[in-house]
């Protein structure tokens, strides 16, 4: 990784030596049969850890401070990590990763290809590190609630730094000039609309700041310094390309779920719409993995999730899930949609860079380059081809545009409560028609939803620094989210290139694995891979 990562890793093996309690040989983990091929050696079904996420292990506690906190009973959330308490256990991983990378260098003799596996486990215990980052400084913090202590304060403000530096080496930071073309998109929506006296106080508190209350003054919404800038068109010919390929490449899906959706509506009594309730997007689903997958060849399930309210796809289990809380799918077009993006993009993409002898290609690629991950091309694209489809032109709106906007104001210093105040505002205001007068229900609904968009950039953190401890230091962000935003710009521009060049077999390209075209390295990679799978494999 870059010069910030590697030093990060460095000095997080200082911190934790090994310790006769943390296995470090070979032996302990393969025993008398050491892998011999990389394709061993990264087996997702024996080394779960190959696609750890930092986010699960930073669920925390802030749904329940939402009542106190909207009725300003506290001036920012505190957070509480119960899996924190489990971080030691994220040694043993590490540590495997670390003789992985070893072992690798014995059994890999192309050194491209090393370098991508050495690239994308050093970027897993990156992430190992960043948790247990988090979790020191949770403990920090902690001891200094407990006792001023300058030693203990020096440490925290240290481990800060260190986190904010890491994070983004993994994660990245706001881009100027795809913020401006952001807050651009946002402001010419505000500016356009026409507002009740209520609104366009909200609208003047947008643009000017306000006080909160006789300590906390909220500083004005962001401005673009570049007024020019512009995210990419959604009515562009290069989207319209897109979504006619898209359908003739998908076309088996579209016949699937049409006739899925047709044989369904036959069942309801005259006059009846069908809706298509999360136990029925599960059984689609299943007819369609069965499409893609006959012969199970690799283990794809699909779950009905309780407690959930999404569709997505969890590649560390090959899985499809269904939100078991969402709402019923009301058409056919939705439906698929919904199913291209999920099946269509990230489980295609997993069995076609299965049948490589690259397991990365499968599990994602990353590279010791200034983006690394293939993540933020695959969720930008995933959701531009679910777009690319639909009758209905697709807008920037709040939804787009809020966790790239809201990280940079965090990162300019706002802190949870800045960053709450001013998206609920932008949110709800983007939603009103012209002198509406929004409901109350309306406006706690955007209070909740900005609510939880901050939650979302503040996980791992400590919203509640200051009050707790004295320390004023620049909040810390989790800043993955950066990638949806990141993700549909780098898309839309590189789907631009194949639309003037009209390059469908690119296209086509896009779904043989786990990658970032964009990446050269990343690229070449890919191509190298495909050409060396066999008649078997494929």
Same mark, same amino acid.
């Given at each position: 990784?870059?010069? #910030? ?24 983990? *393969? ?101 247990? @980052? ?29 986190? #904010? ?7 990245? /930071? ?10 651009? /998109?946002? +402001? ?13 106080? @909200? ?7 306000? +006080? ?22 959604? =009515? ?5 390309? @897109? ?17 899925? +959706? ?32 006959? =012969?199970?060849? *690799? ?13 997505? +796809? ?23 949609? !919904? ?15 299965? !049948? ?21 091309? =695959? ?61 109350? /229900? ?13 939650? #979302? ?39 631009? !290139?194949?639309? /003037? ?38």
């Amino acid at each position: 990784m870059h010069n #910030r990562m590697t030093k990060a890793l460095k000095t997080n093996n200082q911190d934790q030596a090994p310790s006769p309690s943390r296995p470090r040989s070979v032996d302990s983990y *393969y025993g008398d049969n050491p892998p011999e091929t990389t394709k061993e050696l990264l087996d997702l079904s024996k080394f779960k850890i190959l696609s750890f996420q930092s986010y699960s292990w930073l669920v925390n506690s802030g749904l329940d401070e939402l009542a106190d906190f909207k009725a300003s009973l506290c001036l920012n959330p505190s957070l509480i990590y119960p899996k924190f308490k489990e971080v030691e256990s994220l040694g043993q991983d590490k540590a495997r990763l670390e003789e992985a990378v070893d072992i690798a260098a014995g059994i890999e003799p192309d050194a491209d290809k090393l370098k991508v596996i050495d690239a994308t486990l050093n970027f897993r215990r990156a992430e190992i590190g960043y948790v247990e @980052l988090a979790a020191e400084i949770a403990k920090l913090k902690q001891s200094l609630e407990k006792a001023e202590d300058k030693q203990t304060e020096n440490i925290l403000r240290a481990k800060i730094k260190e986190m #904010r530096e890491l994070g983004h080496e993994l994660y990245g /930071e706001p881009d100027s000039e795809i913020c401006d073309m952001a807050l651009n /998109e946002l +402001w010419s929506a505000l500016d356009k609309r026409s507002y009740s006296p209520s609104m366009q106080k @909200l609208y003047d508190e947008l643009s000017s700041g306000f +006080w909160f209350d006789e300590g906390k003054y909220i500083n004005p919404m962001l401005r673009a310094e570049n007024q020019e800038a512009r995210l990419p068109d959604f =009515e562009d010919e290069s989207v319209k390309w @897109l979504g006619k390929h898209i359908a003739e490449i998908t076309a088996d899906m579209h016949a699937i779920v049409y006739e899925y +959706w047709d044989h369904a509506s036959a069942t309801m009594e005259e006059g009846e719409k069908y809706l298509c309730y999360p136990v029925d997007i599960v059984e689609a689903i299943k007819i369609l993995v069965n499409h893609y997958d006959p =012969e199970n060849k *690799y283990g794809i399930k699909v779950d009905l999730v309780e407690g959930r309210n999404s569709i997505s +796809w969890d590649t560390a289990s090959a899985t499809v899930m269904v939100g078991a809380d969402r709402d019923p799918i009301e058409s056919a077009e939705e439906l698929y949609q !919904k199913v291209l993006h999920e099946i269509g993009v990230h489980m295609v993409r997993f069995i076609n860079g299965s !049948k490589t002898d690259m397991p990365l290609m499968a599990t994602g690629v990353y590279t010791d380059t200034k983006r690394p991950d293939y993540l933020t091309f =695959e969720e930008g694209s995933a959701t531009l081809i679910e777009e690319s489809i639909s009758e209905k032109v697709s807008e920037w709106d709040a939804v787009k545009l809020g966790h790239y906007i809201n990280i940079s104001m965090a990162e300019a210093g706002a802190d949870f409560r800045s960053v709450y105040e001013m998206s609920w505002r932008y949110r709800l205001l983007m939603e009103l028609s012209d002198n509406e007068e929004p409901t109350e /229900e309306k406006i706690e609904k955007h209070k909740n939803l900005a609510y939880k968009a901050c939650l #979302r950039i503040f996980r791992g953190t400590q919203p509640d620094l200051l009050e707790s401890t004295g320390i004023d230091v620049v909040p810390l962000t989790f800043n993955k989210d950066l990638a949806y935003l990141n993700g549909r710009v780098i898309a839309m521009q590189y789907v631009k !290139k194949l639309y /003037e060049d009209d390059d469908v077999e690119g296209l086509r390209f896009v779904f043989v694995g786990k990658f970032d075209p964009t990446i050269p390295e990343q690229y070449e990679l890919a191509k190298k891979c495909v050409a060396e799978i066999t008649p078997q494999a494929a």
